[in-house]
């Protein structure tokens, strides 16, 4: 109780009808070197989402205390996410799961290359990323990338 991790969402665009519990929620900080990218102190928020039916797109904001001013809800962009369909004995569940995928930074482009690839020839249900995927603050003509 009382931690500022929390998800909004809903089946509408702007529209956010549920609301993670703050019993589900946990949050940390981290902090990036100095001598990597400058130095940068992130967030990682983590909570529980509740009571989504199958095969919907959902729409979804995340929040947290805002470090400047304290007890206000600071949000992030909208994202979008489709739930899955139910599961079928005969149902293909195509998946993708990577981690620290920037040990030495140029594979690390290379990894993330591979990965769309493999998506354009079999789109993927999900992917799950295990771990290291921050470079906080790094600023590249990628879009995607920029965190």
């Known amino acids: 109780p009382g931690n500022s991790s ?3 969402w809903g089946t509408e665009p702007g529209v956010y009808t549920m609301r993670s519990s703050p019993d589900t929620a946990s949050s940390f900080t981290y902090t990036v070197p100095k001598r990597w990218w400058g130095g940068f102190d992130g967030f990682i928020h983590e909570t529980v989402m509740t009571g989504l ?3 919907t797109r959902y729409f979804y904001r995340v929040g947290g205390n805002a470090t400047s001013a304290p007890g206000v809800t600071t949000w992030s962009n909208e994202f979008n996410f489709t739930s899955p ?3 079928t004995p005969d149902q293909a569940t195509y998946f993708v799961a990577y981690g ?6 140029p594979l690390g482009f290379a990894v993330c290359d591979e990965v769309i690839a493999d998506n354009a020839n079999q ?8 771990g290291d995927l921050s ?5 590249t003509n ?3 990338l920029n965190i």
């Open 6 to 8: 929390v998800v909004e």
């Open 135 to 139: 470079y906080a603050g790094t600023d």
């Open 123 to 130: 789109a993927f249900d999900m992917v799950m990323h295990v």
């Open 85 to 87: 369909l139910p599961n």
């Open 100 to 105: 620290d995928q920037g040990t030495v930074m």
């Open 142 to 144: 990628i879009p995607f």
């Open 53 to 55: 039916a199958s095969n």
